[in-house]
């Protein structure tokens, strides 16, 4: 997900990928 991206990046860079493979 893109939108999702950037909450995701504030965890991790690591799960910011997998976050955009499960949207």
């Known amino acids: ?3 999702n991206d ?3 990046r ?3 860079r ?3 990928d997998i ?3 499960i949207s």
Request: glycine content about 26%.
């Open 6 to 8: 950037l909450g995701f």
């Open 1 to 3: 997900g893109t939108d």
């Open 14 to 16: 690591v799960n910011a």
């Open 19 to 21: 976050g955009c493979w």
């Open 10 to 12: 504030i965890i991790g």
